[in-house]
Nanobody
Framework: QVHLVESGGGSVHSGGSLRLSCVAS????????MAWFRQAPGNEREGVAA???????SYADFVKGRFTISQDNAKDTLSLQMNSLNPEDTAMYFC?????????????????????WGQGTQVTVSS
């Protein structure tokens, strides 16, 4: 059973930056896909960025050039560097993981493709 724990959320002003982290434990897959999703109140959960075990990445159009997904395999840690934040980025951010499949990490990514989820970390951006 994969266990994911996110951290790094917080409150910032427009234009600010945050770095989210997700530590994975009990992960036994040699090939995998990991992703960040977010969900704002009243909205559906949407994909933000994804990465596979070979380091290939994909991003939602609304974060391209602002967010960067990365992984530290030695530390079993997934990260999301978020720059130039704006109030529309306010949401609960979730880390997700799944054993790799043929389409991973091509866009779009969908919540139902991932079986393992963290508890989420809140990001709030004020204007």
């Amino acid at each position: 059973q994969v266990h994911l724990v996110e951290s790094g959320g917080g409150s910032v002003h427009s234009g600010g930056s945050l770095r989210l982290s997700c530590v994975a434990s009990e992960y036994t897959y040699s090939s995998y896909c990991m992703a960040w999703f977010r969900q704002a109140p009243g909205n559906e959960r949407e994909g933000v960025a994804a990465i596979d075990s070979d380091g290939r990445t994909s991003y939602a159009d609304f974060v391209k050039g602002r967010f960067t997904i990365s992984q530290d395999n030695a530390k079993d840690t997934l990260s999301l560097q978020m720059n130039s934040l704006n109030p529309e980025d306010t949401a609960m951010y979730f880390c997700a993981a799944e054993e790799a499949w043929s389409r991973c990490p091509k866009w779009p990514i969908r919540p139902y493709e991932y079986n393992y989820w963290g508890q989420g970390t809140q990001v709030t951006v004020s204007s």
